[in-house]
């Protein structure tokens, strides 16, 4: 008999099981994993513009205040809490990864921070374009023609569940939305349950739990389209997860038993 033969068998016994572990376990329909779908064909929709809720400074909040001007000395006065940090905390998903948090202009439980040049000024309320005036208001009477830009240090969206890269990601202003987040966290998995997401957001009247469906449009009129400070998304796994994971427990050794035995079958009566 040709030597050959056990070798053929063998290749056609793992197609036969890869065929039979892919029928076993099917397909996922693009219905479940596609975002965005409307029953309108035309290929141009109107979607509703939706403007995001503007965030106003709080005490305990941190400010990134980043102060530009001809006199080089005092910008590195003015912007030393900018580029020094506390190594304590780090944010390994930022692309700054192994640098810790800047130290930032702490806002006190009165409403102010305290600003080199300038001494305290009250900004609680504000929001950070306000802010940014106030401040090269006062600057601007020591410095000549000042830049200044504020910006949150401390606020911060979390992405947890059926996500690539599930984490704490830094959120920089208010229009950072929904889909963005998701993109930053590497897209739901396969096994992300796409039509029943979870968003779990802090307001003033306590803690709120909504869920989303990313299947359908509507998303682009939901008052979550844009996310606020302290969000949480769960992305929950669907069902063909937990399945997919008992079976293969349940189905790994039975297959290798099972390939095992004729693998040696075959080649012991085709020697």
């Known amino acids: 008999m040709n030597s050959n033969q056990p070798t053929r068998f063998t290749g056609i016994l793992f197609l036969l099981l890869c065929a039979f572990v892919s029928a076993f376990y099917g397909c996922v329909s693009p219905k479940q994993i596609v975002y965005f779908q409307s029953a309108d064909t035309s290929q141009v929709t109107n979607l509703p513009q939706l403007k995001p809720v503007v965030t106003r400074i709080q005490s305990s909040d941190i400010l990134a205040i980043t102060v530009g001007s001809f006199n080089q000395e005092s910008n590195e006065i003015l912007n030393f809490a900018n580029i020094n940090a506390l190594t304590t905390t780090s944010f390994p998903n930022t692309q700054a990864a192994m640098r810790g948090q800047p130290l930032g202009y702490l806002v006190d439980s009165s409403g102010h921070v305290e600003i080199p040049f300038v001494g305290r000024v009250k900004v609680i309320g504000l929001t950070l374009d306000q802010a940014g005036n106030l401040v090269r208001a006062e600057v601007g ?10 910006r949150f240090l401390n606020h911060k969206f979390s992405l947890l569940g059926e996500v690539n890269r599930p984490g704490t990601y830094n959120l920089l202003d208010d229009h950072t939305t929904l889909p963005e987040a998701l993109a930053m966290a590497g897209d739901l998995t396969i096994y992300g349950q796409r039509t029943n997401v979870m968003l779990i957001r802090e307001t003033e009247n306590g803690r709120t739990m909504t869920r989303i469906n990313l299947l359908s449009r509507e998303i682009f009129a939901s008052p979550n389209y844009y996310l606020r400070n302290g ?14 994971t008992d079976r293969s427990v349940q ?3 039975i297959i290798t038993s099972v390939a095992t035995a004729i693998v040696v079958f075959l080649n012991v009566i085709l020697k």
Do not use: C, F, G, M
Not at 231 to 244: G, H, L, M, Q
């Open 141 to 150: 009477k020591s410095l000549k023609e000042p830049a200044v830009n504020v």
């Open 231 to 244: 969000d949480v998304i769960y992305v929950e796994p669907s069902k063909a997860k937990a399945t997919y």
């Open 251 to 253: 189905l790994v050794p």
